[in-house]
């Protein structure tokens, strides 16, 4: 494996590279994470042939910042504009991806990543699979006294995108979830699922729950995630 960074769509994109890369994976971090915390959660996924890149979101990393704090008055607003700004990025880096590699593309997400996940997959994304890690399709529930005024974050609470499913595609995709996450409760994951399955078909939409583990990728989860996308990278699977 060598480890690289270059530009993709006007994002500095730092990338694993196998020997033989047979797919591509995007990884979205979650909220204060970065591209280089995403990937080392993804441990294996290099060595059976996954090109992995990552960028960091908006207001993290490098980027001008700092990220949201839980004490702003505003804070679920800003969390939700950056994950808005991280989808419409995230697409531009796909796309020049792919056009750089000429390989198949799978997104995988993390906590805000995966909601970023689900956003792209309801706005009609196309990918040979993806990963929701501790994540859901619909937004986390407004602490008393906060307001949203931002109209496009307004309409993640009006249509989120969980129900949005038809524009999935029936895009293959596995939840990751603990039984203990104190931040994305089991029920919301499990909502999600309820939402998407009347439009997929039998076998494309799954979920696999970790007994005791929190808010955070663990390495069952990693290793769980790789068997699904290696099942999906199969070119004689329908």
Do not use: C, N
Request: proline share 8%.
């Amino acid at each position: 494996m060598r480890k690289e960074v270059f530009t993709l769509a006007g994002q500095s994109v730092l990338a694993h590279i196998p020997e033989r890369p047979r797919a591509l994976l995007l990884a979205l971090h979650g909220l204060q994470g970065s591209k280089e915390h995403i990937l080392s959660l993804l441990p294996g996924y290099v060595e059976r042939g996954f090109l992995l890149l990552a960028f960091d979101a908006p207001r993290h990393g490098k980027r001008e910042g700092p990220p949201p704090s839980s004490k702003s008055p505003r804070y679920v607003e800003e969390v939700y504009q950056i994950a808005l700004a991280f989808a419409e990025e995230a697409k531009g880096v796909a796309q020049e991806a792919q056009r750089r590699f000429s390989l198949p593309l799978f997104l995988a997400g993390g906590s805000m990543g995966a909601f970023v996940v689900h956003l792209l997959l309801s706005q009609g994304f196309k990918a040979q699979g993806a990963l929701a890690f501790i994540g859901s399709g619909f937004p986390m529930k407004l602490p008393q006294g906060q307001e949203v005024r931002d109209t496009r974050v307004l309409a993640l609470y009006e249509t989120p995108p969980a129900q949005r499913g038809e524009a999935y595609g029936g895009v293959p995709l596995l939840h990751l979830h603990g039984t203990k996450d104190l931040i994305v409760p089991l029920s919301r994951m499990e909502k999600t699922v309820e939402a998407l399955r009347p439009h997929y078909p039998e076998g494309r939409l799954a979920w696999f729950v970790e007994e005791g583990a929190g808010h955070t990728i663990t390495p069952l989860m990693a290793r769980m995630g790789l068997a699904f996308l290696e099942a999906w990278l199969d070119p004689g699977r329908p």
